[in-house]
């Protein structure tokens, strides 16, 4: 089994910056394709990022936050990172981190097995 802890959400004003990390135990980074999804209160959840696993580099992310939004992997603390950048108010949602049960990447969330417990974020205008 393969459990995720996020942290780093809060509270930036718009144009600021937030780093998310979520730490994966149970499994290994590595293996794993991980992604980050978002969710805002009456929304359905959406794909922001995902970064392929088996030590490839593969990153695809949705337009909404292409060239803002960063997502990478550190093995050896087996923990993946959202680095957010230039943040408007319509980032506001619930941040998640998942893991698939394969390396290869997924934009949409019924191809994710695993899941943090989300961590907000809330970006004020």
């Known amino acids: 089994q393969v459990q995720l802890v996020e942290s780093g959400?809060?509270?930036v004003q718009?144009?600021?910056s937030l780093r998310l990390s979520c730490a994966a135990s149970g499994r290994t980074f590595s293996s794993s394709a991980m992604g980050w999804f978002r969710q805002a209160p009456g929304k359905e959840r959406e794909f922001v990022a995902t970064l392929s696993g088996?030590?490839?580099?593969?990153?695809?992310y949705a337009d909404s936050v292409k060239g803002r939004f960063t997502i990478?992997?550190?093995?050896a603390k087996n923990t993946v990172y959202?680095?957010?950048?230039?943040?408007?108010?319509?980032?506001?949602?619930v941040?998640?981190?998942?893991?698939?049960?394969?390396?290869?990447v997924r934009v949409d969330n019924r191809d994710?097995?695993?899941?943090?417990?989300?961590t907000q974020v809330t970006v004020s205008s």
């Open 14 to 16: 718009a144009g600021g």
């Open 54 to 60: 088996g030590g490839g580099s593969i990153t695809y």
């Open 9 to 11: 959400g809060g509270l």
């Open 95 to 104: 941040y998640y981190c998942a893991a698939r049960s394969s390396v290869l």
């Open 72 to 75: 990478s992997g550190d093995n």
């Open 112 to 118: 994710y097995d695993y899941w943090g417990q989300g």
């Open 82 to 93: 959202l680095q957010m950048n230039s943040l408007k108010p319509e980032d506001t949602a």
